[in-house]
């Protein structure tokens, strides 16, 4: 089962968005809508954001957003923030022998 | 609040096997699956395999010959065992909870283990 395809960085001004894509396939992000997103920060474990392509654990800003379209998950942030610069990483649910595959990192840069 | 403590030996040799656990405090292991994740610079996120409470397990076909994830539920906590390793199992490695009300996602992470596989 191989990695879903990220950008491997993307950046913005504060105040401005900027999306992630997450590209699969049909028997990944395609086929389920168990897409969800990480943020990793340095030295940090991973802390989900988005769970079941587009929502949001509680205590998430909402200017975190997620959406899906075929092969292709996005994650938006919306109004971004200093503290928003880490990583990034999408996972998908592919069925029974690969269970989870995740994304390559982003790296998002507040410029 | 339901939290993950990980322990094990971080420096190891090619061909030794490798023995994490994780402990789980203000909660149960039932009704769950429970999650091994590593992380490495060349591989990225990888999901290792998982367990419930009564020792239903799942593993990542690329690894299932070396790896096996058991559960203690008296002590309430589970295992990793990673055989016959080599220098590109270094990695860190995580504990990690799957919430099925949440899609799947893993919504609560152990600190991470860092782990060296050298001779």
């Known amino acids: 089962q191989s990695a879903l395809t990220q950008p491997r960085s993307v950046s913005g001004s504060p105040g401005q968005s900027v999306t992630i894509s997450c590209t699969g396939t049909s028997s990944d992000v395609g086929g389920y809508n168990y897409v969800s997103w990480y943020q990793q920060h340095p030295g940090k474990a991973p802390k989900v954001i988005i769970y079941a392509v587009s929502k949001r654990p509680p205590g998430v800003p909402d200017r975190f957003s997620g959406s899906k379209s075929g092969n292709t998950a996005s994650l938006t942030i919306s109004g971004l923030q200093a503290e928003d610069e880490a990583d990034y990483y999408c996972c998908s649910y592919a069925g029974s022998y690969s269970s989870f595959v995740f994304g390559t990192e982003t790296k998002v840069t507040v410029l | 609040q339901v939290q993950l403590q990980q322990w094990g030996a971080g420096l190891l040799k090619p061909s030794e096997t490798l023995s994490l656990t994780c402990g789980v405090s203000?909660?149960?292991?039932?009704?769950?699956?429970w999650i091994w994740i590593r992380q490495s610079p060349v591989k990225g996120l990888e999901w290792i395999g998982e367990?419930?409470?009564?020792?239903?397990?799942d593993y990542n076909a690329s690894l299932k010959s070396r790896v096996t994830i058991s559960v203690d539920t008296s002590k309430n906590q589970f295992s990793l065992n990673l055989s016959s390793l080599t220098a590109a199992d270094t990695a860190v490695y995580y504990c990690a909870r799957r919430l099925s009300l949440w899609g799947e996602a893993f919504d609560i992470w152990g600190q991470g283990t860092v782990v060296t596989v050298s001779s």
């Open positions: 203000g909660g149960s292991l039932s009704i769950y699956y």
């Open positions: 367990i419930n409470h009564s020792g239903s397990t």
